[in-house]
């Protein structure tokens, strides 16, 4: 039984393929071809690194915005008020959501009572 399913698919494989398959095989390696220059399989490759981007965490030293995954978390590496040392921190520029003052980054920056720096 199986030699017989093994023979079938092998004729299929050896028959010459039909002008209607022909044209779909062609149509697809087209279209496959301009989606890959205009760049949407990019899109799945921003997405990925996205997911392994692993965060230092808010407030925690920084010395690029690298380390603090700015399009995954919205933090940015910068300088932070709560850090008694100067060092930079991933912090969240204004405008990004937050908790406690010592999450936004800056001087006199402050988390407002709608949890947005300001």
Not at 12 to 19: D, K, L, Q
Not at 46 to 65: E, H, M
Not at 99 to 111: A, H, T
């Amino acid at each position: 039984m199986e030699t017989k399913k093994f023979d079938a698919l092998t004729r299929s494989y050896a028959v010459a393929p039909s002008r209607r398959q022909f044209v779909r095989a062609g149509v697809g390696a087209l279209a496959s071809s301009a989606l890959a220059a205009v760049g949407l399989t990019g899109v799945h490759q921003d997405a990925d690194a996205r997911k392994r981007c692993r965060s230092v965490g808010l407030k925690q030293v920084c010395s690029s915005n690298k380390q603090c995954c700015p399009s995954k978390t919205g933090t940015i590496c910068s300088w932070n008020y709560c850090r008694s040392d100067d060092l930079a921190v991933c912090c969240k520029p204004a405008g990004g959501s937050c908790l406690f003052d010592c999450d936004c980054c800056g001087q006199n920056s402050f988390c407002s009572g709608a949890g947005v720096c300001q």
